[in-house]
Every structure is written in structure tokens, then in C-alpha cells.
């Protein structure tokens, strides 16, 4: 059977269980979308690549695997030698395919301002996987641009960013602009339907969530300051350990987690209503102490309240040599959903309505971009950005709940004035968090940093 949304059921099944994303999209009144016809005058969808590490790389084979006719015509990064790794692999991952990819020399951007030069050169899609503090102007340079957009989790690292997204998801809106965020689970066969039994009562009321990311960690730093030319070079190379670039890992991985608890709590994107109306708890810097390990910290514990009292107890780690989980828990009145990796929790309720996931299921990255583009081509209104602005936020009010140690309410962090981003995007520019002269980063303290 083809991998492919094509299948009618299949996308009918997608609508229904992802039902919270896409009722956000529901409130286009009217459907002017242009479908079929894109630049390029035929239906081709022409896609520009805005970030080309690990991930970009990942979203453009799998935007170029989707049905249809679809090119990469144009590619950014900060870096060239970061655009010229992507590049190949791309051209690797697709193997025969890889005569989606048509990129001349002329249509490959470097720099602060790629990003600009990628939306204006005759694309139809942007893809965005730069680390997450640039993904509200870039999202909002995409649109201004008309532009259909693919973009990654989490969608900002401050409340600023937030509310950026939030008014650019409207404008895509009124604009007839498809936008796809990288939430995957959405798109995963076990989640939807597992999410969807509990939505219909197969554990009764929800009574307590547990969400996890406790894992290793990601990547060392790629650079030491002696091979960057200047300490924006320097936090860039090595984005995920400074928080205007990276939000901290509760905010860049755990969001995952926070996000399926929003899910099954029913919270309504659309209406940005149903979310954490507060958060607090306690994290702090244990293990990667290291000053190469720049601001963030190694472990978040953060207990969410909704609005009728029910509690998400939340926990991320980064540290070595300790028990792996990633997983969602629900408990409720007739019993318990688990959420997880096959073998470890797998995707099971318990109690009085006993079921059990046990198909295989389709790559969900795949999925969510077949999902994407077959709407672009059909007209059929999309947008996941304002459950991936809510669900963002819902990470950083953890993260501001650790790094003050007060409790956190949603309102204030929404409303919140503190932007974390530089003046200036340049290579000579200073970025918010300096080093002290032995190359050492304030770190968080509880009890006395400011976070709204
Ligand atoms: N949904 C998922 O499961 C998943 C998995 C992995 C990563 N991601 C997300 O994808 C994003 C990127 O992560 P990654 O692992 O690919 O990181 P990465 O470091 O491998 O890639 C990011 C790239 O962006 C480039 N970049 C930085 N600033 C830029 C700018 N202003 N303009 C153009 N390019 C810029 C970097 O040089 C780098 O090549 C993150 O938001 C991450 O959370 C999501």
C-alpha cells in the first residue's frame, strides 16, 4: 500500500484525530486558494530550504517524497559549509529522486539575511529548521511573502516571539497560507487514535498527566571559541546551549511531551483556549556544568495546572549514565493511557476498556508533510501554527517557572515584555547573553531571575 495520504480513508482518519490542529483551520470563512496552479505557472510545488542541518535535511527529502511534482529550488543556512553538508545529503537521501533538487549556485544564500533571499526567489513553500529563536521572523516573513510554509517546533523561545506567531498564523490565514508545524505526533497513527479513545471516554475523566524527555542530551559544542571568528559565530555554531537561539531543552525537545498533554486535555488551538493556566517547579544545572555548555540548564521538573484542576506533573533531563524515557501517561477515573516507545510503554489503555496500538504506522515526519502538501494542492485550509505557538508557550512557562522559582501564570507569560533576541542580527553583533572573562555565562537563579 502506498505510504501516501492519497488514501481517501486514510486522510479522513488524520482530519477527525488531529481535530484540535485543524479546527483551527476551520474558522476560514471563505476558500479563495489558488489550487493547482503555483510560480512556477504549472503544479509544481517549488520549496526553499531555511536551515539546512539535521532536521532540514530530514523535511526537504521528505517535502520532495510527497505526491505531485516538487522541487527544492533554492537553500539557506547561516553557514556555507552547513548549506553544502545539507545540500548532499539531501541529494543522498533521495537517491533517484534527486532530480527534485534543482538548485543553481545563484540559488543557494548564506548569512543573517538568507532567509529574505530564499522567500523572494520564485518559491511556493519554505521549509524553517534554523534553531527556533529566528523561527517568528521568519515565519512572518514568509507570509508577508505569501509564501505556503513548513515549519519546525518549537516556533519561538520568548513570549515576544509568541505573540508574533500567533498574529502571523492570523494573516496566513486570511491569506489562504497552508502551514504545517513539526508536532508530529499529531500524525501518528497511535497518537491519533489513542488520543482520540480517551477523548471519547475509554479512560473516563482525566484526573493527572505525566510527560517525559529524560534522555542524554543532544550534541557537544561543535566549535570552541578559538575556531569562530566572534561570540555571535560562536553561539550560533553552538545554538543550543543559549536560550535566544535554543529556549532550553524543556522548550526544544520536551515540548513533544507538554504538547500531548495539551492534546489530551482537549485544548483548543483556534481558540487559545484549554491550555496550562499555570505552571511551577524546579530545575536546575547538576551535570553539563562545563562553560562550553553556555546558559541552559540539565533538568526541569514543572508541575502544570489546568483551568478545572487537573495537574500535568512534567520532567526533562539531560544527563548521562540515567534511565531513558520518553513517554505520556494519562490517568483517569476508569483507568490509564500510556504513551511510548514500542517496548518501553508502547501505546496502551488500561482499566475498565482494555486496547492495545498494534499495527505498524507510517514515518509520522513523512506523514505530516504528505498531510501538508495534499491540502496546498486541494485548497483545503491548514494551520497547525497557533497549536505550535500554544504549545511553545507551554514549554516556556516551565521554563520560567525553573529558572525563577515562582509559580507561573499563563496570562503573564503570554503578555510578557522580556524578549530574549539581540538588536542586531550580524556577525559583529553582541547576542543578550555575554561571557564573563573566563569565557563563563550567568547561569538562571532561582529566586532572583526575571523571566516576565
Ligand atoms: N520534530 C522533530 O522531531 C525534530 C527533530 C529534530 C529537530 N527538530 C527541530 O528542527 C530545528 C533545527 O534543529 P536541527 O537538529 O536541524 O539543528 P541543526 O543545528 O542541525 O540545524 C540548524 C541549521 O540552521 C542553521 N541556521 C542557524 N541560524 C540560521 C539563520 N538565521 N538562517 C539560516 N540558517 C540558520 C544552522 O547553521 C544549522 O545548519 C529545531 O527547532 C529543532 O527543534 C525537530
Not at 215 to 228: F, H, K, L, S
Not at 283 to 306: C, L, P, S
Not at 342 to 348: A, Q
Request: charged share 25%; proline share 4%; aromatic share 10%.
Amino acid at each position: 500500500m502506498s505510504e501516501k495520504i492519497a488514501n481517501s480513508s486514510t486522510r479522513r482518519d488524520f482530519l477527525k484525530a488531529s481535530s484540535a490542529v485543524a479546527a483551527s483551520a476551520g474558522v476560514l470563512s471563505s476558500l479563495s486558494m489558488t489550487s493547482g496552479v503555483f510560480a512556477s505557472g504549472d503544479d509544481t510545488i517549488r520549496v526553499g530550504l531555511i536551515g539546512a542541518g539535521g532536521r532540514g535535511r530530514g523535511a526537504a527529502a521528505q517535502a520532495l517524497s510527497t505526491e505531485g511534482n516538487v522541487k527544492l529550488v533554492a537553500i539557506a543556512d547561516a553557514f556555507r559549509d552547513r548549506l553544502d553538508e545539507g545540500l548532499s545529503e539531501i541529494t543522498k537521501k533521495l537517491g533517484p529522486r534527486a532530480d527534485r533538487i534543482e538548485i543553481d549556485e545563484d540559488q543557494k544564500f548564506v548569512g543573517f539575511d538568507a532567509y529574505q533571499q530564499v522567500i523572494d526567489s520564485g518559491v511556493d513553500l519554505v521549509i524553517l529548521t534554523t534553531p527556533p529563536g529566528f523561527r517568528p521572523i521568519h515565519f512572518e516573513a514568509a507570509v508577508n511573502a505569501g509564501k505556503h510554509v513548513f515549519m519546525e517546533k518549537p516556533v519561538a523561545t520568548d513570549s515576544p516571539g509568541i505573540r508574533k506567531v500567533l498574529e502571523t498564523a492570523k494573516i496566513a490565514k486570511q491569506k489562504n497560507l497552508a502551514v504545517g508545524v513539526g508536532l508530529q505526533r499529531h500524525h501518528q497513527q497511535p497518537y491519533m487514535e489513542e488520543v482520540d479513545k480517551v477523548h471519547n471516554g475509554a479512560i473516563g475523566d482525566i484526573i493527572a498527566l505525566r510527560v517525559y524527555w529524560n534522555g542524554r542530551g543532544v550534541w557537544d559544542p561543535r566549535r570552541t571559541r578559538e575556531q569562530c571568528s566572534s561570540e555571535m559565530e560562536y553561539q550560533m555554531r553552538n545554538w543550543y546551549y543559549y536560550n535566544w537561539l535554543c529556549g532550553d531543552h524543556i522548550v526544544e525537545q520536551h515540548i513533544h511531551n507538554l504538547d500531548v498533554g495539551n492534546w489530551l486535555m482537549k485544548a483548543n488551538a483556534a481558540e487559545g483556549k484549554g491550555y496550562p493556566v499555570s505552571a511551577a517547579g524546579m530545575g536546575g544545572r547538576q551535570v553539563r556544568t562545563d562553560k562550553k555548555y553556555g546558559e541552559i540548564f540539565d533538568h526541569h521538573a514543572v508541575e502544570y495546572i489546568y483551568e478545572d484542576g487537573t495537574r500535568m506533573f512534567s520532567q526533562c533531563r539531560h544527563m548521562p549514565g540515567c534511565p531513558g524515557r520518553v513517554s505520556e501517561h494519562a490517568h483517569g477515573t476508569k483507568g490509564t493511557a500510556d504513551f511510548g516507545a514500542k517496548g518501553r510503554y508502547g501505546y496502551v489503555i488500561s482499566g475498565k476498556n482494555n486496547w492495545r496500538f498494534e499495527e505498524k504506522w507510517k514515518d509520522p515526519y513523512q506523514v505530516e508533510h504528505d498531510n501538508l502538501f495534499a491540502a496546498i494542492r486541494s485548497g483545503t485550509p491548514y494551520s497547525e501554527a497557533e497549536n505550535g505557538a500554544y504549545a511553545t508557550l507551554t514549554a516556556i512557562i516551565g521554563r520560567m517557572a525553573t529558572y525563577s522559582g515562582k509559580a507561573i501564570k499563563w496570562e503573564d507569560a503570554l503578555n510578557s515584555d522580556l524578549s530574549l533576541m539581540p538588536e542586531r542580527f550580524a556577525w559583529d553583533a553582541a547576542p543578550p547573553s555575554l561571557p564573563n572573562e573566563h569565557g563563563e555565562y550567568a547561569i538562571p537563579h532561582p529566586g532572583l531571575t526575571r523571566v516576565v
